[in-house]
């Protein structure tokens, strides 16, 4: 079953939640980020992502083993979607399952902030009066190559 | 020859999203200086990763034949 | 729409989630609890949740106005199965929704411990060789039923 | 006539899920020795929370006619 895909189709938060379901799990943390309306007053009309694909998969697919090396029972899936988002459309879905919360709880929360830092997509916001690329959230001036790198190697 | 891959805020300003550029044995940077100076994208490619062949790469990395450099642009996703 | 509820029939995290999506959220935090079958080595056949209905539906509800009161942007809804749960099956699923993701990690997590502590469902476990109903997961010899009516008022 | 509910381990050692008591105006920890004691079933009973009417209550709440007491032992839901 897959588990990290990038899609134009809507993503489905269940199909996340059954590719990591498992016997052994007695807990599963989801995260969904949806297209919000208003930012700071601000109407957004709708969004649009758009993904260098192949590396994308890759990059949610490491997330994936850097989940399953710092939680050795959590498994996790990722589906991020592409295209045009109307409001409260899903961007993106992740599902962690593992025996118990804790790690569940932990692992989602490191995966949506890994995605913001590593896997190359981009968020297009349309306003009534303008469009905008969205990107350096973190007001880095320039990023740190070297760091994500050194974060491969762990 | 080199593909260059182009996203986002870079795309639209550079005005394309691949350029094949006839070079190897060159590094990014130095490829970043000598055939994409003239499009006036100096700031966003000082923001952005690079990616060869998929995986994040130094940008002294050398270039060889075929290989498919990506310009990342800070990230959005999510 | 019904926010809080305990039901017989099979729980689906996508009600929770359409009882909390709205314009202004962005981020979507989810908890689903499922029946584990193994714990520690031994096999679990299948659970037996019990509740005081109307009491735990009431304690729900009062969990999402403590999540109100914590986290103002978040809202939340929360459903329990109870009866006869077969190995993956849902017994909670919680969804809180909020404008960034930061309190809806917090509130979903809290949502859950919140619900050990104070709604009034039991767990039966059966295993090959017997049953147990399971309680006192915090080794508490007794409870503090002042501790939970202070937080009440608070 | 004050009803009491009983659940889970509770329900089983007592052998009862409700019992009709006729009494009034007199405290939670009072109903429970004068007429929940025959059951054997004190550390059960010790480790309960209860509810008066669907709401936690303190054991010396004094109980009305008509309420409804209900003896909660650890909750395991989740």
């Not at chain 1, 190359?120 to 740190?144: L, N, R, S, V």
């Not at chain 2, 999203?17 to 060159?26: A, F, K, R, V, Y």
């Not at chain 2, 790469?57 to 996703?77: C, H, M, Q, Y």
């Amino acid at each position: 079953m897959q588990k990290f895909w990038i899609t134009a189709d809507p993503v489905e938060i269940n199909d996340c939640i059954k590719a990591v379901v498992r016997p052994e799990a007695g807990a599963i943390s989801t995260f969904i980020g949806i297209a919000r309306e208003y930012t700071k007053g601000k109407r957004t009309l709708y969004l649009e992502y758009e993904a260098y694909v192949p590396m994308a998969v890759k990059q949610l697919e490491r997330i994936g083993n850097e989940i399953q090396l710092k939680w050795p029972e959590a498994r996790a899936s990722i589906a991020h979607r592409i295209g045009r988002l109307e409001i409260s459309e899903t961007a993106v879905a992740i599902a962690i399952s593992s025996p118990h919360r804790d790690e569940a709880f932990q692992a989602s929360r490191y995966a949506i902030e890994r995605i913001k830092e590593i896997v190359p997509i981009w968020k297009k916001e349309h306003w009534e009066d303008g469009t905008k690329w969205i990107g350096d959230q973190k007001e880095q001036i320039a990023y740190k190559n070297e760091k994500i790198m050194e974060e491969a190697e762990e | 020859m080199i593909q260059v891959l182009l996203f986002a805020g870079l795309k639209d300003k550079v005005g394309a999203s691949t350029l094949d550029i006839q070079e190897e044995n060159i590094t990014i940077d130095d490829l970043r200086h000598k055939h994409l100076a003239a499009y006036g994208a100096d700031n966003l490619l000082d923001q952005a990763m690079v990616a060869v062949n998929e995986e994040y790469a130094e940008k002294n990395t050398i270039l060889k034949k075929g290989d498919v450099v990506a310009f990342v642009p800070p990230v959005s996703g999510g």
